[in-house]
């Protein structure tokens, strides 16, 4: 399919400083949309000028809830060229977040395509100050207006970019977590494997009673049992304990993390000892007692590589590497961070570059 372009008329004005722009303040000059109908398809893809998309007050997306996501960045290296940081993970993963909301799938490699020609219209907007990046977000949702409870047969797919700096305000600082044991997440056979917006809205309760105790994020457990770690409300999560890093495994209820992919094949590179295994809050609880705690990270898009400085569970509070980075959080966000903007060779293939200036 050939990609309709309509340029805007008026541009925005684009932040003048770059060491402020937040995370999700911001949207560039266009976005991408295409639409689904049964029976035809995916069709009419187009870059438009950003704007509001009109909904029927029935639309089933308002309803029911069907729609998925994607998060991934467009960095701009030093040597001028823009970069693209496993795209094809991420339309894979939206393709596997569709099949289970019931979502028609989409051609994996057209939608990059269309991500590539949205970015490069919209280049000038990609900020190039360390530590900074373009923010992409992929999402499909139901646009059908029917208050039946059943999979649409009308939706939209739509991507918009972001100039964004940090996700969390402290930077590459040390974050603080709760660890919630009232609320759950998610549960094997549900749709915590999916990036999906009502894991996000289930979740908001408890992120709000911890931002009140003064903490960034909430780490969830296992929603039966209410005994093993899962993930951060908006990371995977990294314990390093005694000689071993420690990731919960996917079992259906954890979010396939490209950014914990990567983590995860980095450090195995390097010789080091890597599981995908269940953690119990017991067996992390003892580890910081003992001093067999190391370190502890989250990963993801939206803040790559974050440490965590401390762990609150009930009246318990858990200091780890004495409030500081770590060595390997650090060196991972070093290498990570290296790769995606180029400043370090990509021996793994990962990044895709756009076009050169």
């Not at 976005?31 to 049964?38: A, K, P, S, V």
């Not at 923010?135 to 918009?160: D, H, Q, S």
């Not at 950014?259 to 995908?276: A, L, Y």
């Not at 790769?339 to 895709?352: H, N, S, V």
Request: aromatic fraction near 10%; include cysteine.
């Amino acid at each position: 399919m050939n990609i309709a372009v309509e340029k805007t008329k008026v541009p925005k004005q684009k932040p003048l400083d770059q060491s402020r722009l937040g995370f999700g303040v911001y949207y560039t000059d266009h976005m991408f949309l295409m639409n689904y109908d049964e029976g035809k398809g995916w069709h009419t893809p187009r870059i438009v000028p950003y704007g509001p998309i009109a909904l029927d007050p029935a639309a089933m997306c308002l309803h029911y809830g069907q729609e998925v996501f994607e998060g991934m960045k467009a960095y701009h290296g030093a040597d001028g060229n823009i970069r693209l940081f496993r795209p094809e993970e991420n339309m894979a993963r939206l393709n596997l977040s569709s099949r289970r909301l019931c979502i028609p799938e989409i051609d994996e490699a057209f939608a990059v395509r269309a991500i590539e020609a949205l970015v490069t219209i919209d280049r000038s907007w990609i900020p190039a100050q360390d530590g900074t990046s373009l923010y992409i977000r992929p999402f499909i949702f139901a646009t059908e207006p029917n208050l039946g409870v059943r999979a649409a047969k009308r939706l939209l797919f739509a991507v918009i970019l972001c100039p964004v700096g940090s996700y969390y305000p402290e930077g590459l600082n040390p974050v603080k977590i709760f660890i919630e044991r009232e609320y759950v997440r998610a549960v094997r056979g549900g749709t915590g494997f999916a990036k999906a917006g009502g894991n996000y809205a289930s979740g908001l309760k408890a992120q709000e009673n911890a931002q009140a105790q003064g903490y960034s994020q909430v780490l969830w457990l296992d929603g039966v049992e209410r005994k093993y770690i899962e993930e951060v409300g908006a990371m995977n999560v990294f314990f390093q304990i005694g000689d071993e890093v420690i990731t919960p495994e996917l079992q259906g209820s954890v979010l396939g993390g490209i950014t914990r992919k990567s983590c995860i094949e980095i450090m195995r590179g390097w010789g080091m000892k890597v599981n995908e295994r269940p953690l119990s809050l017991d067996e992390l609880l003892e580890a910081a007692k003992t001093g067999e705690l190391k370190e502890a990270f989250g990963s993801g898009t939206a803040a790559v590589i974050c440490p965590i400085g401390e762990l609150k569970c009930g009246d318990e509070t858990l200091v780890v590497n004495s409030g500081e980075i770590g060595a390997l959080t650090q060196r991972l966000y070093d290498e990570l961070t290296g790769i995606q903007w180029g400043k370090l060779p990509d021996a793994y293939g990962w990044t895709r570059i756009i076009n050169n200036e």
